[in-house]
T-cell receptor
Framework: NAGVTQTPKFQVLKTGQSMTLQCAQDMNHNSMYWYRQDPGMGLRLIYYSASEGTTDKGEVPNGYNVSRLNKREFSLRLESAAPSQTSVYFC?????????????FGPGTRLTVL | AQSVSQHNHHVILSEAASLELGCNYSYGGTVNLFWYVQYPGQHLQLLLKYFSGDPLVKGIKGFEAEFIKSKFSFNLRKPSVQWSDTAEYFCAVKDTDKLIFGTGTRLQVFP
């Protein structure tokens, strides 16, 4: 099992460019999440998907869109990148949204917006 | 909504010293609490979690945490740290269907 995989690992964008971050999990999990990690702020939830076909906003959704392509894949799109979106992005998955379910994290994508 | 406070932002210890990292959450009721660790250059991994039963929870690599309901706390402990414990540690609480993270504590252990 690869667990949760993310591509790319690193990306540099210019302000205004768009890009899509890819995430896939092979654990047959129902729920998937996108977080951003910024120094001194911990991880903040951008969007999540409770199950295939559903998506919901998290704490910091502005400037992002998501697609739950199928059960395995959950992508995050930046339509017009801004320097404030420079961050490390983590995808995670869990069996469901139940309270005791553990979230498993991917290796992260380090994004720099110039 | 729940919030999580980690008051120690940066902790520096020598090997074999004891460790306690503080974590407080904002309100009571039924809570589900987690500690995650992020080693340098790696992704987050679960250290331990609590959702019911014995308030003293044992995790991987000799870590443990104690849930104290009256203090809204879930502090992480290890009796004797190693250089390999150098990492960032995140406390998190489940709030309905979302995981709320603290800001993290950076632990540096020197040989």
């Amino acid at each position: 099992n690869a667990g949760v995989t993310q591509t790319p690992k690193f990306q540099v964008l210019k302000t205004g460019q768009s890009m899509t971050l890819q995430c896939a999990q092979d654990m047959n999990h129902n729920s998937m999440y996108w977080y951003r990690q910024d120094p001194g702020m911990g991880l903040r939830l951008i969007y999540y998907s409770a199950s295939e076909g559903t998506t919901d906003k998290g704490e910091v959704p502005n400037g992002y869109n998501v697609s739950r392509l199928n059960k395995r894949e959950f992508s995050l799109r930046l339509e017009s990148a801004a320097p404030s979106q420079t961050s490390v992005y983590f995808c995670a998955s869990s069996e469901a949204l139940l309270a005791e379910d553990t979230q498993y994290f991917g290796p992260g994508t380090r994004l720099t917006v110039l | 909504a729940q919030s999580v406070s980690q008051h120690n932002h940066h902790v520096i210890l020598s090997e074999a010293a004891s460790l306690e990292l503080g974590c407080n959450y904002s309100y009571g009721g039924t809570v589900n609490l987690f500690w995650y660790v992020q080693y340098p250059g790696q992704h987050l991994q679960l250290l331990l979690k609590y959702f019911s039963g014995d308030p003293l929870v044992k995790g991987i690599k000799g870590f443990e945490a104690e849930f104290i309901k009256s203090k809204f706390s879930f502090n992480l402990r290890k009796p004797s740290v190693q250089w390999s414990d150098t990492a960032e540690y995140f406390c998190a609480v489940k709030d309905t269907d979302k995981l709320i993270f603290g800001t993290g504590t950076r632990l540096q252990v020197f040989p």
